[in-house]
């Protein structure tokens, strides 16, 4: 599992992992009962605090999507297929709506927007 921190984005670190792996399992790179590395080894290898990590490991177990056993780490739970569905959607319509904000600010009207959408759905 490969995991990238942005020092310098506006997203706290620990949201940053929360996302990272949360992505992972729900693409299926990580899956059920996949251990995942320990706080302090993952803290070591990020260059970042262990309660950084703590904080991102348990926002995942609280979540359901990873289960922490003491003394044996954490392991990713198994992820409900709809679940990951509802994810993937909303991680869509989260871009979209960026793309929408973006498009408005430099003056792209709706209409323009729709146009150029259907331009890329027709081209892909």
Known sequence: MKLIIQHSSMTPIYEQLVEQIKGAIIKGELEENDPLPSVRSLA???????????????????????????????????????????????????????????????????QDLKELLELILEGS
């Open 44 to 110: 070591k290898e990020l260059k970042i605090s262990a309660l950084t990590v703590k904080k991102a490991y348990d926002a995942l177990d609280q979540e359901g999507m990873i289960a922490t056993v003491h003394g044996k780490g954490s392991f990713v739970c198994g992820v409900n297929p709809s679940l990951k569905w509802e994810e993937q959607l909303k991680a869509i319509q989260n871009e979209l709506e960026e793309i929408v904000t973006k498009a408005r600010l430099v003056g792209m009207s709706d």
